[in-house]
């Protein structure tokens, strides 16, 4: 479907200045046009998650204004942002774990019957909803067991469920594998041709190249320049955000293999329904290698880690790091063998 290109949101010599000096936002400007996918780029610190959450009602501007659609505007909650056709989906997932997909899409706006929630109909709107967009996600199930991926759908589909027009999405691959990432581009692009407005915040730029029709470079807070997703190399836009030349590539250095750190002979773990997740799973590793473990999401790679890692001791067969049976170590002592774990969900899993 083809659209007229129109201006949809401008912003207009923006400005934000905390209370304790610092100047996150110096006179920037931005036009997002119909049907676009607009991204902004710039290194952490260079003031995008502030312009958004100005934008999203979330911080107040020291300056500047704010047009959305021909009209000037001023949102002084988010609530009023949305009311206004504009919805974030934030970094960091806003969710309540112990809440379904269902609940969690339309909190606060819950379909009643009879003076209560109608949780029939709230699970067949999330099922329709989910259909629209070509979504694959289980309406019932509780967030706390889903994936990240799942997780970023639904926040999407919490903020289209409330009628916005104009998606911020703050760096939505950060947490998301490959896979993931290239199954939500090919939805933004279904939203891109459907009248969506989208701004998509990120300093991965081999994604940025590949998803954006206008890029926005700041640094330090200051707009450098809007450009056509194909006018700049990836070079070009790096230099752009950094203010300097960025070296790209690295020689690889020939490390010799040492002794091996980590065994693991016929791991097996089921779940509480008998299911395996593991079977006579092996691997070796040895110091100074980099091992790579591939596979479909939900496949055990993440009930591998935890089994490393002492998370989960449910399991059958030996772990050795660095010649010790990890099974009856606490984590505490797991670590001191010299094992890190950063997890996949860096908020839920990564703070405990």
Do not use: W
């Amino acid at each position: 479907m083809n659209f007229l290109t129109r201006k949809v949101l401008e912003l207009k010599n923006i400005r934000k200045v905390y209370d304790n000096g610092v100047v996150a936002n110096d006179g920037i400007d931005l036009t997002l046009n119909q049907s676009e996918i607009h991204a902004i780029v710039g290194e952490n610190g260079a003031g995008k998650s502030t312009l958004m959450n100005i934008v999203f009602g979330e911080i107040k501007p020291t300056a500047g204004t704010i047009l959305l659609r021909g009209e000037q505007v001023y949102f002084g909650s988010p609530k009023q942002a949305i009311e206004k056709g504009i919805g974030m989906v934030h970094q960091h997932f806003k969710l309540v774990d112990s809440l379904t997909v269902a609940h969690n899409i339309f909190l606060g706006i819950e379909p009643k019957k009879a003076g209560f929630i109608d949780k029939n109909k709230m699970i067949r709107l999330t099922s329709e909803l989910a259909e629209k967009y070509k979504f694959r996600i289980d309406p019932e199930a509780l967030v706390r067991d889903i994936s990240v991926g799942e997780k970023q759908k639904v926040e999407i589909l919490k903020v289209l469920a409330r009628g916005a027009e104009i998606l911020i999405l703050d760096e939505p691959t950060a947490v998301l594998t490959p896979q993931e990432t290239e199954e939500l581009f090919t939805e933004l692009r279904t939203f891109k041709e459907t009248g969506y407005s989208i701004i998509f915040i990120s300093h991965k730029l081999n994604e940025v190249k590949s998803i954006s029709d206008k890029i926005t470079v700041i640094r330090k807070g200051k707009t450098l320049g809007t450009y056509d997703g194909s006018e700049l190399s990836e070079s070009e836009l790096s230099n752009l955000m950094v203010g300097r030349e960025v070296v790209r590539s690295f020689d690889k250095v020939l490390v010799e293999k040492g002794e091996v750190v980590l065994d693991i002979h016929n791991l097996k773990l089921v779940n509480d329904f008998g299911k395996k997740k593991l079977n006579n799973f092996n691997l070796s590793l040895n110091r100074g290698v980099i091992l790579g473990v591939a596979g479909v999401e939900g496949n055990g790679q993440d009930d591998l880690v935890k089994c490393i890692c002492g998370l989960n001791k449910e399991y059958s067969g030996e772990i050795l790091i660095c010649n010790r049976d990890i099974k009856k170590l606490g984590i505490s002592e797991i670590r001191d063998l010299g094992v890190a774990h950063i997890p996949e969900d860096r908020m839920t899993d990564g703070l405990h």
